[in-house]
């Protein structure tokens, strides 16, 4: 938390004068007991209605002159409040677009998001509370008591007894209940999961007939949550009476001091109410400053999340190459790659080499490593041994954006974010006419949707949602397609294509006229058994590389592969 | 909405939330008159406490003898206003927790019995927001809200009463000042919630660009997007930027302004209390200084609850929507319930037939069409097509998750609608492609349909589906916990999870999606291995991605677009050189 404070260093100014003027405010309030007594012992006691008229002048204009303090107070706040999660959230939307993608795997992309909204919006309003209140309530109570110490030394020492009382009690009671309140919400989070769980698997549950069996279940879960819900309500049910029985019995014994004081004539009947006033204000003041506090620990423990996100430096460090030169488009020199915290490594010893317009084919299992091979091209990952080299030049010497913009990936996963079809084909590149688009299109069968959607000004909505997983992946090889790469790496990215598709689209790729390097991830041997080479992997280990044909002569795996995809065939 | 139309909505929401009430009727009185108590104790507190300071008036001046009485009369009455207020604060989070709960179980309980359309229709995070925050809210507002509401005007009428018995005059200078808080809360609140709703909208905004950003930061970055992303951010952080400061500081004027007209009530009491104090002395009945520190108290007391109670009012108006939401899933139509004189299936071998089937999800869109089908038992069914063209409906029809609209589905001879969904549905054995998993142990889950099986029986059904070595590696074996839906398990292992389930059952009738592209070639082999073994001689429904199967398969049904387009076995279909040889043949395309 601390680290993300110096954020507050731009409003050192408003983050001074907030919590300052609403110690001016704090101040006059404590005035206005005093002000009473003496109307009571000036005004009241020799019948002066003047100075009673001036006094209560004096009230209304303290109440006046209070408001503006406060309102100066809740402006400077609210400025450095808002200010600083601006600022935070700028930076880090950019820290984390930095993180390489072993940051991202370890983080959770979930996680991330979580950081940028609901934990910044927690620390935007600690902060906006914090400088309004954080001050003032101790300030208040601090200052009642020194306020009854100037008043009467003997009475103050019964603050000073109940001052301590009060917080042992408020304070004890919240510390007693954060600790239940988390087992509140762990029981909560199981009543929900089961809630969820029926919905997600009602097909599964209704197939076994397990309706009963889960509703018995729930309300079990569901009287454990009202249990324990019960069980730190009367706890914290006790701070209200408990609080009430200090405070008044403190003014009783607050009353009879004063008595004895008056009736020796130490003190006047004004000081006595004067004294009973400030003790009221006391109680109000604790228990803001107990829920501030409750508020403040909650931001603060989002304060510490957000800063561990900020602590994660980027694995990445930006080489300085612009081009390279050389007969292959990229080359494998004995890397290996681990990814963080896995024991073993992911790919080891890879080897091999790849010419300007080849096509590669890469098959395995699932976990063989297929992606991670490719997803060190464009220096997703650092190889961990060895070398990946691109045009020649290793490729932790490029400057990252001039290699990436050599690659045209296609991911897994088909994303495609809120805007036209045209702004997501120009995510390749920027300027792309409608004629380059259009070519991409075709090129990746996605022509016809686009045309049957209306054209490129077709707004697709967030995620693709509006479009079949089939469309969504077309166009992400489109928009790979568009900034026309020198390699282009299709990773398993025509999973949702039927077989007439994913045939048409292979024959175009064939025929494009820039001959990129082509890499294609795949499980099937059908996409990939026409490939200049097929690289077989295995376990993150190479178990061989040749054509299909040569394969099917040589590697046990290839073969095992293609047979349980073609059984008929290879009997 | 008309205000009109949404006042009737509360209106009936309000009746409905009466009717859980009912159930703690004594405890609810006993609340009221609980807090009737603790307000009207804890006002004659500070009467008692002027009386008090009136004892002591000057040097020589106390009346200690009186004190000796007042003082522990003081003691009393505060130390029952504790013990009544913590009995009530109990006493309401009993009748809180407890209709939460039951409104909870009542839900869950209709969700049992929701027919799957509606589920399917639903976002299932919207419908837990329901059981789950709904239901919180709706507590919490709606009860603290009504004790909230009730201790409120207690204390203002209850304050109200004390100062005119004591003092009418200056009980009017409250009363006409203090409404004037009220209006200014109501003015800035007005003011402000425009402003929130900006807020809150481009909060949205900046939530969603985040969501997709740094949701899928990879494609960002593999696009080098990131300037371009974090230009786009700005933007919208920087107007987010101006109108939260706005919203937040006019908001916060909220409180001072309040406040400031508090002081103006407590400068107003003090002058007319002074004053009288000066007109009465000497009189029968004076106004002592101890009945002003009484009023002046009051005076502070008196605005905190129209304060409250305008707060209230929100929130009760936020009870109330969120007690019709859930409401809204209570009183959902449940699915049509099996017939009183369901008949048990039993001695199933497997004829299944569906006659004239007609079927669609909504009425703009037909789908099924006079579909006829006869499976004799033990036959293959295998059921092919482009991804999204409907497989799954066949599924949802067979196993009675949905209803046809009209025609038969027939399972030895009898209408699936007259036989009981329970014997109907454990005739079936049923592997789908989204491998689910409840969260609790492997063993808990391999035995779902057979809670009672044995080790061995278990272990044999790991066996028989190449899902036990893996078990076996686990950290505790059959009794790892999994998390929710599978949590650490690989697609794979999901998937042979399944398939034991419905091994440890067997029952008569498979129903079976066969794996997906998720899945790398050998494990697919050992499930189709482990479904094959399961299909002897069992009638299956399968939907197929292999040529194999589909080959071996008694009748295919080839659909498209939610259509059944073509319909019998392999070598009749290639002949008939449609679609569905069109689909094959693609498969060999170069």
């Known amino acids: 938390m601390k680290k993300l404070l110096a954020y507050l260093k731009s409003y050192t100014k408003e983050s001074i004068l907030g919590p300052l003027f609403k110690c001016f405010e704090a101040v006059l309030e404590l005035f206005v007991p005093l002000v009473i007594a003496a109307v009571i012992d000036n005004g009241v006691a020799l019948g002066d209605k003047g100075y009673i008229a001036k006094m209560c002048l004096l009230l209304v204009v303290i109440g006046i002159v209070g408001l503006a303090f406060s309102i100066t107070a809740q402006y400077f706040s609210a400025k450095a409040a808002v200010g600083f999660a601006r600022d935070v959230k700028h930076d880090l939307f950019k820290h984390i677009q930095s993180l390489s993608y072993s940051e991202i795997d370890t983080l959770g992309t979930s996680t991330l998001i979580t950081r940028m909204t609901s934990d910044m919006n927690q620390v935007q309003s600690g902060i906006n509370l914090t400088l309004r209140l954080l001050l003032r309530s101790p300030f208040v109570v601090f200052g009642a008591m020194i306020m009854a110490f100037t008043l009467d030394f003997d009475s103050a020492l019964i603050f000073a007894a109940a001052i301590p009382a009060l917080s042992v009690v408020v304070f004890g009671i919240m510390l007693w209940c954060i600790p239940l309140y988390k087992k509140v919400q762990q029981r909560l989070d199981k009543v929900v999961s089961i809630t969820r769980e029926n919905l997600t698997g009602i097909r599964v549950i209704r197939a076994f007939c397990k309706e009963n069996e889960e509703i018995a279940e729930f309300e079990s879960r569901n009287e454990e949550l009202t249990k324990i819900q019960k069980f730190v309500g009367r706890i914290s049910a006790l701070m209200n009476p408990l609080t009430y029985i200090i405070i008044n019995l403190a003014i009783i014994w607050l009353v009879y001091t004063g008595a004895v004081r008056v009736e020796t004539g130490i003190l006047t009947q004004g000081t006595v109410v004067a004294l009973y006033n400030l003790m009221s204000q006391i109680l109000v003041e604790l228990i803001k400053l107990a829920n501030l506090i409750i508020n403040i620990t909650k931001s603060v423990a989002c304060g510490n999340r957000i800063q561990s996100v900020f602590e994660i430096k980027s694995s990445l460090e930006n080489g300085n190459s612009e081009n390279g030169s050389g007969e292959y488009a990229v080359e494998f020199r004995h890397a290996s790659l681990k990814y963080a915290n896995a024991g073993a490594n992911a790919l080891t010893d890879m080897n091999f080499t790849v010419k300007k317009g ?34 020649g030049v290793n490729v932790k010497d490029f400057t990252i954006d001039d290699l990436r913009d050599k690659i045209g990936i296609v991911p897994q996963k088909a994303v495609l974010f809120k805007g036209t079809i045209r702004e997501n084909m120009q995510w390749g590149k920027t300027d792309a006419t409608d004629i380059e688009i259009f070519s991409a299109l075709e090129t990746a069968q996605a022509k016809a949707v686009a045309d049957s959607k209306g054209g490129l000004d077709f707004m697709i909505e967030q995620g693709g949602k509006n479009l079949s997983g089939g469309q969504r992946q077309r166009f992400t090889i489109a928009r790979a397609l568009v900034k026309k790469p020198e390699i282009l790496i299709l ?61 099917l002569e040589s590697c046990d795996i290839y073969k095992e592969i293609h047979s349980s995809q073609f059984k008929k065939e290879a009997v | 909405m008309s205000e009109k139309k949404t006042q009737g909505i509360q209106k009936a929401t309000l009746k409905k939330v009466f009717g859980y009430i009912k159930n703690y009727r004594i405890l609810m009185l006993l609340s009221i008159i609980m807090a009737a108590a603790t307000v009207i104790c804890s006002l004659y507190v500070p009467i008692l406490i002027g009386r008090a300071i009136d004892l002591i008036i000057d040097k020589g001046n106390v009346d200690f003898e009186g004190l000796s009485v007042l003082l522990p009369q003081i003691a009393v009455v505060a130390l029952a206003v504790a013990i009544i207020q913590w009995l009530m604060n109990t006493v309401n989070n009993r009748i809180t927790y407890h209709i939460v709960r039951d409104i909870r179980d009542e839900a869950f309980r209709k969700i049992e019995i929701l027919p799957l359309s509606y589920v399917d229709s639903h976002p299932a995070g919207g419908i837990v927001n329901r059981v789950i925050a709904d239901a919180d809210q709706f507590a919490d507002g709606l009860l603290m809200g009504f004790t909230q509401l009730f201790t409120g005007v207690v204390t203002i009428l209850g304050t109200l009463l004390f100062m005119l018995t004591i003092n009418w005059k200056i009980a009017l200078v409250v009363v006409v000042l203090t409404p004037l808080s009220l209006f200014i809360a109501k003015f800035i609140a007005g003011r402000t919630y425009k402003m929130f709703r900006l807020q809150s909208e481009t909060r949205g905004e900046q939530t969603a660009f985040i969501d997709e950003m740094i949701g899928n930061q990879k494609v960002v970055q593999a696009f080098s997007h990131e300037a371009e992303a974090l230009e786009k951010f700005d933007e919208i952080n920087d107007r987010l930027a101006d109108c939260s400061l706005q919203a937040t500081f006019y908001s916060s004027i909220t409180n001072p302004a309040t406040r400031f007209v508090n002081s103006m009530v407590y400068a107003g009491v003090a002058a007319a209390g002074a004053v009288a104090c000066i007109a009465t002395a000497g009189t029968v009945n004076p106004f002592t200084v101890g009945q002003l520190s009484c009023f002046l108290s009051y005076a502070n007391q008196y605005t905190k609850p129209f304060n409250e109670i305008s707060g209230v009012v929100t929130e009760l108006q936020n009870a109330l929507a969120c007690a019709s939401r859930l409401f809204e899933l209570i009183e959902e139509q449940p699915q049509i319930p099996d017939a009183e004189n369901a008949a048990v299936l039993e001695n199933v071998k497997g004829s299944v037939s569906l006659e004239n089937v007609d079927f669609s999800y909504t009425l703009e869109r037909e789908l099924i069409k006079d579909l006829s089908l006869n499976v004799k038992p033990g036959q293959r069914i295998a059921i092919v097509g482009p991804t999204g063209c409907g497989k799954t409906t066949i599924i949802n029809l067979l196993m009675r998750f949905y209803d046809v609209n009209s025609g038969a589905v027939k399972v030895e001879g009898e209408d699936i609608r007259n036989v009981t969904r329970n014997s109907l549905r454990s005739s079936y054995g049923m592997v789908l492609q989204e491998t689910w998993l409840k969260s609790g142990t492997v063993r808990d889950n391999i035995t779902m349909g057979k809670p009672d099986a044995t080790d061995e029986e278990v272990i044999a059904a790991a066996k028989a589906s190449h899902a036990h070595s893996f078990i076996k590696r686990l950290p505790d074996g059959y009794n790892t916990v999994i998390g929710e839906d599978g949590g650490s398990l690989s697609q794979g292992q999901k998937q042979l999870l399944c398939i034991a389930r419905v091994m440890l059952c067997l029952p008569p009738m498979l129903i079976l999606d066969e794996a997906t592209s998720s899945i790398d070639t050998r494990t697919e082999l050992k499930i189709q291995e482990a479904f094959a073994r399961m299909m002897k001689g069992r009638t299956s429904f399968i939907v197929a991605h292999r040529l194999s199967t589909i080959r071996e398969a008694d009748v295919i049904l080839v659909m498209k677009d939610g259509h059944i387009i073509e319909q019998g076995r392999h070598e009749e279909l290639l002949e008939l050189d449609g679609f569905y040889a069109k689909l094959y043949n693609s498969q060999f395309a170069v």
């Open chain 1, 491 to 551: 990773d398993d990215s025509a999973s949702a294509l039927d077989f007439a598709t994913d045939a048409a689209l292979r024959k175009a790729l064939r025929s494009m006229d820039y001959s990129p390097a082509v890499f294609i991830v795949s499980q099937r041997t059908s996409s990939i058994r026409h490939a200049d080479k097929i690289i077989v992997l295995d376990d993150g280990e190479i178990v061989g590389i040749g054509t299909h044909d040569e394969l």
């Open chain 1, 358 to 391: 080849e096509t590669v084919g890469i098959i395995g299992g699932t976990g063989s490593g297929k992606s991670s091979l490719v997803n060190m091209i464009p220096r997703f990952y650092d190889a961990a041994e060895g070398e990946v080299l691109v045009n």
